[in-house]
């Protein structure tokens, strides 16, 4: 990436800073972001403790907001008073989505075991208080496309995103017709990520936006290492690459989606 292309905007939709936190991370963090040029991180939260955590780091950081969530690898749904934190932390004046929040059937030893009931019964609960609250939501779906268009279906004033976008074209354009964007992760930038790199190649100018996932899944060239905001950068480029299209409209048009999703400052650019 040249200078030149470090000066359009990013904005990183998706990223753990309290996990990079935890790893030492923090300051690699920022300095990558501002490296890249990305002027704006969303910071997603996996449950009450951990958005309360992400709360903590968007006050002390002018360029970050968080997000309030309950991942569906959390092994209840949320009780009584777990809603009402969460709900609390969403009133916050930097919580800008509902989020992580989803399915994820992809059940191995080790990554989680939440029965898909739990997981059901806690999607719904968090799609109730984004309707009730006019938030967007950050979607996580794991081998359960299916299961995760029926749950936004019934919830059909919510809007939101699709985080780590892992369809092909086809679902991405059921997505879009929901009224969510598609958001592509290190995961469009691997050689054998065909369907999603259709999906990068066909969805509407409007219709995407680019994260990182970050600690998770470094993209090319970054694999292998633990994964940075800044590294967003090299996921725009793949994109487009895919799109036939410059850096600088890939920057500019997943920014401007990005800040109109999430209300965030410069959103009328
Ligand atoms: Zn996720
Ligand atoms: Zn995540």
Same mark, same amino acid.
């Given at each position: 990436?040249?200078?030149?292309?470090?000066?359009? #905007?990013?904005v990183d939709t998706h990223c753990h800073l309290v996990l990079l936190e935890e790893r030492g991370l923090l300051s690699a963090a920022f300095e990558s972001a501002e490296e890249a040029g990305v002027e704006q991180i969303v910071s997603v939260g996996l449950n009450v403790e951990d958005s309360d955590r992400n709360r903590t780091i968007a006050e002390a950081h002018d360029n970050v907001w968080f997000t309030v969530g309950w991942h569906p690898h959390e092994p209840h749904a #949320?009780? &009584?008073?777990?809603q009402r934190a969460l709900e609390d932390l969403l009133a916050h004046p930097r919580a800008v989505a509902v989020g992580e929040i989803g399915i994820d059937l992809f059940f191995r030893s080790g990554y989680h075991d939440t029965p898909f009931e739990e997981q059901q019964r806690a999607v719904h609960i968090m799609l109730d208080?984004?309707?009730?609250?006019?938030?967007?939501?950050v979607v996580? !779906?794991? !081998?359960?496309?299916?299961? =995760?268009?029926?749950?936004?279906?019934?919830?059909?004033s919510v809007r939101g995103v699709?985080?780590?976008?892992?369809?092909?074209?086809?679902?991405a354009r059921m997505c879009v017709a929901a009224g969510y964007v598609i958001s592509f992760a290190g995961m469009v930038t691997f050689p054998h990520s065909e369907a999603q790199q259709a999906a990068a190649r066909e969805v509407g100018e409007c219709d995407y936006v680019v994260e990182t996932d970050s600690p998770f899944l470094a993209p090319v060239p970054h694999r292998g290492r633990p994964n940075?905001?800044?590294? =967003?950068?090299?996921t725009a480029a793949a994109v487009a690459a895919l799109r036939g299209?410059?850096? #600088?409209? =890939?920057? &500019?048009?997943?920014? =401007?989606t990005a800040r109109r999703l999430f209300g965030l400052p410069g959103h009328e650019r």
């Open positions: 990436m040249s200078d030149a292309t470090a000066r359009w #905007p990013l #949320p009780d &009584a008073a777990q208080l984004a309707a009730a609250r006019g938030k967007p939501v996580h !779906d794991r !081998d359960a496309h299916s299961e =995760v268009l029926a749950a936004i279906g019934e919830h059909p699709m985080h780590c976008f892992s369809g092909d074209a086809a679902f940075l905001p800044g590294y =967003v950068a090299a299209a410059g850096e #600088p409209d =890939v920057r &500019a048009q997943s920014t =401007v």
